[in-house]
């Protein structure tokens, strides 16, 4: 049933531009796990949420092939920066070749690297942070980000229903299990922010930094 509502929405919502869907294909063709990419349904909520924000600065963790840095990129006004971090460098020149063929691309800054070694050395402040990354890592990214989000920003995190193991395997060993669950309980009652979590393909959990 899922499956056919996405399939409905995707059909009645704005076609993502040729470069993106060109890496979209590209992403599932050349690479392992495709799954890892946003999507075009998420892909297009991203953009719409960087329409609404209009940030200047957005920090990604977690690239992959560059699909969601291109919607944030899509979303942000001319003068809107992304820096996304990726551990994996083996992705490095396929992200830069679809991000040179974007009309978006010279937005984003790409940083490889240890995630937590990044951030600490980044001195910028950002109205908007994308969590998606390693998952046994989630709390200890948001507590690393978190004093980088200017009041009133926002933190997105991917994945926080994690196939539904977070209801099925609540007793669950396996650490990205854990950690997702962790983060999702910390955040909970953390009173820094406000939350939604949204049962977007994998969970979606928007936080709002308050002043």
């Known amino acids: 049933m899922y499956d056919s509502l996405e399939k409905y929405i995707c059909g009645h919502i704005d076609a993502a531009e040729p470069a993106l869907a060109q890496l979209d294909r590209d992403t599932h063709v050349y690479h392992l796990r495709p799954r890892m990419v946003s999507g075009h349904l998420q892909g297009r909520i991203l953009k719409m949420i960087c329409r609404m924000v209009q940030p200047r600065r957005v920090l990604e963790l977690g690239t992959f092939t560059g699909y969601s840095a291109l919607c944030f990129a899509e979303g942000m006004p001319e003068d809107g920066e992304v820096h996304t971090l990726e551990i994996d460098d083996e992705v490095e020149d396929f992200a830069k070749e679809h991000f040179d063929l974007s009309p978006y691309g010279h937005k984003i800054k790409m940083i490889i690297g240890d995630a937590l070694e990044s951030i600490a050395k980044l001195t910028d402040s950002y109205d908007l942070v ?55 309980d910390f955040v909970a009652s953390d009173t820094r922010v406000e939350k939604v979590m949204l049962p977007l393909r994998d969970g979606l959990t928007i936080l709002w ?3």
Request: proline share 9%.
């Open 130 to 184: 994308f969590i998606d990354a390693n998952k046994r890592d989630y709390l200890r990214y948001y507590e690393a980000v978190l004093p980088l989000v200017r009041p009133g920003g926002f933190i997105l995190a991917d994945n926080t229903l994690w196939d539904g193991k977070v209801v099925t395997e609540p007793d669950s060993n396996d650490p990205q299990t854990v950690g997702i669950m962790a983060f999702n």
């Open 209 to 211: 930094k308050k002043p």
